[in-house]
T-cell receptor, first 116, second 109 residues
């Protein structure tokens, strides 16, 4: 089934630890995104990639890094986790960074991260 | 700054009609999306408007007025499974997607 796979589904992480959230898509979409979703706030963009080999910073990039070595994978790394990074993280993809009207974004099922 | 406003929560009755409003102030406009998100799940695409007017898709319709910075999502013949959050998002002049906080819709029998 075509779509986006995120792993892990949930994680409890000690503050100060390093963590990589995985995201893989099989739709050959060019653009990929990482969002965090917190209660009462809209989805906030962390980092994005318009095509393999390029990445960019979103609205809330501090404390996070990404890489885009190929079209399918877009991992998100927390170098040294802090409690304020407790959130639900969604990976998403779209066919084009410019024209997303026809199908919008496809989202993964999310990773629920708790930093203690 | 850029801003998307939606009501936090709405309640409606099964079988009825509900309208969820969204107003936006963004730097440019390249389209408006509506997404549905059930609790604990990922958002799923509902509709996209780039021109003024009404787009109908089954029980769901979405309206856009660019001059007023306003959109609404209309849900007809409400079903219990429509209980979810509805997210409004606008693409700005840089093709960045700006998201509203979402409207939680509660359907009562």
């Amino acid at each position: 089934i075509a779509g986006i796979t995120q792993a892990p589904t949930s994680q409890i992480l000690a503050a100060g630890r390093r963590m990589t959230l995985r995201c893989t898509q099989d739709m050959r979409h060019n653009a990929m995104y990482w969002y965090r979703q917190d209660l009462g706030l809209g989805l906030r963009l962390i980092h994005y990639s318009n095509t393999a080999g390029t990445t960019g910073k979103g609205e809330v990039p501090d404390g996070y890094s990404v890489s885009r070595a190929n079209t399918d994978d877009f991992p998100l790394t927390l170098a040294s986790a802090v409690p304020s990074q407790t959130s639900v993280y969604f990976c998403a993809s779209s066919d084009s960074s410019l024209d997303r009207g026809l199908d919008g974004y496809t989202f993964g099922s999310g990773t629920r991260l708790t930093v203690v | 700054g850029q801003n998307i406003d939606q009501p936090t929560e709405m309640t409606a009755t099964e079988g009825a009609i509900v309208q969820i409003n969204c107003t936006y102030q963004t730097s440019g406009f390249n389209g408006l999306f509506w997404y549905q998100q059930h609790a604990g799940e990922a958002p799923t695409f509902l509709s996209y408007n780039v021109l003024d007017g009404l787009e109908e898709k089954g029980r769901f319709s979405s309206f856009l007025s660019r001059s007023k910075g306003y959109s609404y999502l209309l849900l007809k013949e409400l079903q219990m499974k429509d209980s979810a959050s509805y997210l409004c998002a606008v693409t700005d002049s840089n093709y960045q997607l700006i998201w509203g906080a979402g409207t939680k819709l509660i359907i009562k029998p």
